[in-house]
């Protein structure tokens, strides 16, 4: 069955950086198009990147730009989150989530998920 499994996450100080990791496993990884979400406590989930099948096209919310990194690398069949410069106001629980075809910044359009990793920026 399909299993999307991220780690990474943890606490971190303002200004500090992360490094999310999320493996797939139970499809072929590189016919679909990777994205992370997160969603703060009593917030709703949020679109914060994604990258297409090779990994040449990547897309961001424009909070997260100049200081998230998406990547893939899909002989591992793993795609990752580098954050830097990381604020309080990015805490929040970061999931992975897959879809086949195209780059959406909308979360029903994607179908397969992760269970998340917490991730907490201290002040």
């Known amino acids: 069955q399909v299993q999307l499994v991220e780690s990474g996450g943890g606490l971190v100080q303002t200004g500090g950086s992360l490094r999310l990791s999320c493996t797939a496993s139970?499809?072929?990884?590189?016919?679909?198009?990777m994205g992370w979400f997160r969603q703060a406590l009593g917030k709703e989930r949020e679109f914060v990147a994604a990258?297409?099948?090779?990994?040449?096209?990547?897309y961001y919310t424009d909070s997260v730009k100049g200081r998230f990194t998406i990547s893939r690398d899909n002989a591992k069949n793993t795609v990752f989150l580098q954050m830097n410069s990381l604020k309080p106001e990015d805490t929040a629980v970061y999931s992975c989530?897959?879809?086949?075809?195209?780059?959406?910044?909308?979360?029903?359009?994607?179908?397969?998920w992760g269970q998340g990793t917490q991730v907490t920026v201290s002040s």
């Open positions: 989530a897959a879809r086949r075809r195209f780059i959406s910044t909308t979360y029903a359009e994607y179908g397969y």
């Open positions: 139970g499809y072929t990884f590189s016919s679909y198009t």
């Open positions: 990258i297409s099948l090779s990994g040449d096209g990547t």
